[in-house]
Structure formats: C-alpha cells, structure tokens
C-alpha cells in the first residue's frame, strides 16, 4: 500500500525567497521552537544541499521519535523551486511496508 501526502501552503512571495527559507535550517528550527521539536543536519551546515540528512526530533504518541530524511532532489523551475527528500530512518519507514 502506498500512500501520498500533498501540503499546499499559498505564501506571496517570490519563488526564489521561498525556496531559499526551505533550505535554511534556522527557518525549520524557529518553526520548531515552540512544540519542543529539532532538526539538525547531518552536516552541520545552516542551509541544507543535495544529499544531506536532517534528522527531526519530535514527540508524539508520548514516545521522542527520531526520523532522518535526506534531500534527493533540489529543482528550480519557472513558476516554482521545489525539494524532495527520502525518508531514511525512524518510523516513516514503516509507511513503505506492504
């Protein structure tokens, strides 16, 4: 079984700015600050590039979870930059059973 997950998020502003704010750490960080979550590179790199990891640290279902991803595409185009990552550790994993 396979399972999709789409998250459309309407921001006015520029492509280019979006995408930069996707790839800078210190971003994901503040977003995180408030519900006690992290994500670290694997790097130690502030803006994350292609093939780097970024391991989240979260709580949920009462249990800490550690789930790393790595970035497998970064991709500019004329209307809109996206990234794509993989997960490759941690619970997420479980999603690809079946």
Known sequence: M??????????????EVVF????????????????GETATTSTGRRR?????????RARHFGRVWHMTSRITWLGRGCSCSMTSSMWISGP?????LG
């Open 2 to 15: 396979h399972a999709l997950i789409e998250v459309v998020t309407e921001i006015e502003a520029g492509s």
């Open 92 to 96: 997420a994993w479980l999603c690809r």
């Open 48 to 56: 994350v590039e292609l093939g780097d990891e970024v391991t989240f």
């Open 20 to 35: 930069g704010l996707e790839l800078d750490m210190d971003v994901h960080a503040a977003s995180l600050a408030t519900s």
